[in-house]
């Protein structure tokens, strides 16, 4: 962010990441090749729009008002905001085992976070943008897992990194400012950082989930703001304190109980089925 402004870092990332990921696909498929017909294609975009588009534009945004801590703490909503959605859209009841373990990664968050969000200067825009965000990629989680598109994982994130790089270009060229952008070798690394590690690596396997089960797969964002504490531990040496410690606890309780759940689930209809 010292070298560039944050929508043209989101936009310049979203275009690498899908030409990687769509030439992965024309390198590993080289025979009998699928693309997405139009109605798939319009579903991707869609769903782009959501999960890329306006997701990046309003937490880049909601960033200018409200602090680090807030931003890192936004995460731990989306759990519940799938487990409502999920409800809505696809008709899917939860059982209390899935309600505990999102109470408990909730509230293990907020106790990690708590000494991060004293003295905050966070707004109320800063915080219905940041909400807003939240819901947005939540509503695009859930409908990704209801649309079930038969399409490789690959080519599908590859397609909607660029329909979301194409749909946020309007807004990248009127509202980032492309000419603060200063080419250095930091903001470049940066950059590939995001388009592999993030958008590449991160995005498939989190796709991966989602089609298993969207509430599931929801209660592992509850890792994302304990990463980052320890990233801050790391890099920037902010230290680690008791509250960390006592809500990295929480979650990882949450997360273990939410597994094993799962696991005697599917050990239930195991044995219905051999009945």
Same mark, same amino acid.
């Not at 930091?186 to 969207?214: H, M, T």
């Given at each position: ?19 990687? #990921? ?18 798939? #294609?319009?579903?991707?975009? =869609? ?7 306006? =997701?990046?534009?309003?937490?880049? /945004? ?25 409800? #809505? ?32 200067? /966070? /707004? ?50 009127? #509202? ?31 796709? =991966? ?21 320890? =990233? ?11 509250? /960390? ?31």
């Amino acid at each position: 962010l010292q070298y560039s402004p944050p929508l043209a870092i989101a936009n310049t990332r979203f275009f690498i990441a899908g030409t990687i #990921l769509i030439a992965i696909y024309c390198i590993k498929t080289q025979k009998n090749r699928q693309w997405p017909k139009r109605t798939e #294609l319009t579903k991707i975009a =869609y769903f782009a729009l959501f999960n890329s588009t306006l =997701y990046a534009f309003f937490y880049v /945004t909601a960033m200018k008002y409200t602090d680090a801590g807030i931003g890192s703490l936004s995460v731990s909503i989306n759990p519940l905001m799938i487990v409502i959605l999920s409800s #809505l859209m696809l008709g899917r009841s939860s059982n209390w085992v899935e309600w505990l373990c999102i109470f408990l990664g909730i509230a293990g968050i907020f106790i990690a976070s708590y000494p991060l969000l004293q003295n905050s200067t /966070t /707004t109320f825009l800063g915080l219905t943008l940041i909400f807003a965000s939240m819901l947005i990629v939540s509503y695009a989680s859930v409908y990704f897992a209801k649309i079930k598109l038969k399409m490789d994982n690959i080519l599908f994130n590859g397609v909607q990194l660029w329909c979301g790089a194409l749909l946020l270009l309007p807004l990248t060229l009127s #509202l980032g400012h492309y000419q603060q952008m200063v080419l250095d070798v930091k903001l470049i690394a940066s950059i590939l950082w995001l388009s592999i590690a993030v958008s590449i690596i991160g995005l498939s396997c989190w796709f =991966y989930l989602l089609k298993k089960d969207a509430v599931h797969a929801s209660l592992w964002l509850f890792l994302c703001p304990l990463f980052g504490f320890f =990233y801050a531990w790391l890099f920037m040496d902010e230290p680690i304190t008791s509250y /960390t410690i006592a809500g990295t606890i929480l979650v990882i309780a949450a997360l273990s109980i939410s597994q094993k759940g799962k696991f005697q689930n599917r050990k239930l209809k195991a044995e219905k089925l051999e009945s």
